[in-house]
């Protein structure tokens, strides 16, 4: 074989090489959104501070949904540290696809209780750890938002707005 087709050769080699890795790391991106009712199955919370102002613990909520038009469950643990109704809480959420994929979710926000109507807000920041099945690969940001109408332990309303990578 001449050295011009030889080197021809190469190049396209290393062409297919280089275009096989700039695709392999396109990952593809997938909006996922979804609202759900969760409900407290299971919770220690704790109460300290001169007139037990202060509380602490943890919720475990679980709920239904759908996403893409498939239904999915959907467990909440939360994890608070309030003062007088306000503060920071944090924790996870799993979403249960229809198939059995697993989303793994971190989420890190603040509450904020409307003491009038004796409503809390949530707004928080979420992060997606893994997942399996269809979302084995996935990362990704997002938000969470939610309502909570009357005391610590309540359902919640809750609403996901997610940037998954795959």
Same mark, same amino acid.
């Given at each position: 074989?001449?050295?011009?087709?030889?080197?021809?050769?190469?190049?396209?080699?290393? !062409?297919?090489?280089?275009?096989?890795?700039?695709?392999?790391?396109? !990952?593809?991106?997938?909006?996922?959104?979804?609202?759900?009712?969760?409900?407290?199955?299971?919770?220690?919370?704790?109460?300290? =501070?001169?007139? @037990? $102002? &202060?509380?602490?613990?943890?919720?475990?909520?679980?709920? @239904?949904?759908?996403?893409?038009?498939?239904?999915? $469950? %959907?467990?909440?643990?939360g994890s608070v540290d309030y003062k007088s109704g306000d503060g920071e809480f944090f924790g996870f959420i799993t979403?249960?696809?229809?198939?059995?994929?697993?989303?793994?979710?971190?989420?890190?926000?603040?509450?904020?209780?409307?003491?009038? @109507?004796?409503?809390?807000?949530?707004? !928080?920041?979420?992060?997606?750890? =893994? =997942? @399996? =099945? &269809?979302?084995?690969?996935?990362?990704?940001?997002?938000?969470?938002?939610?309502?909570?109408?009357?005391?610590?332990?309540?359902? %919640?309303?809750?609403? %996901?707005?997610?940037? %998954?990578?795959?």
């Open positions: 074989m001449p050295m011009k087709s030889l080197t021809r050769s190469a190049l396209a080699i290393c !062409a297919l090489g280089v275009a096989a890795v700039a695709l392999a790391g396109c !990952a593809q991106q997938e909006q996922i959104q979804f609202s759900s009712q969760l409900t407290s199955i299971e919770r220690v919370l704790n109460q300290v =501070g001169p007139e @037990t $102002e &202060k509380t602490y613990g943890w919720n475990r909520f679980t709920g @239904t949904t759908t996403i893409a038009g498939q239904p999915a $469950e %959907v467990e909440m643990l979403v249960v696809a229809a198939d059995g994929s697993q989303l793994g979710i971190r989420m890190d926000g603040q509450a904020k209780l409307n003491t009038s @109507t004796n409503d809390t807000r949530f707004d !928080a920041k979420l992060e997606v750890i =893994g =997942g @399996t =099945g &269809k979302w084995a690969n996935a990362s990704g940001k997002g938000e969470f938002t939610g309502n909570r109408r009357g005391a610590l332990g309540s359902p %919640v309303e809750m609403s %996901v707005g997610l940037e %998954v990578k795959e």
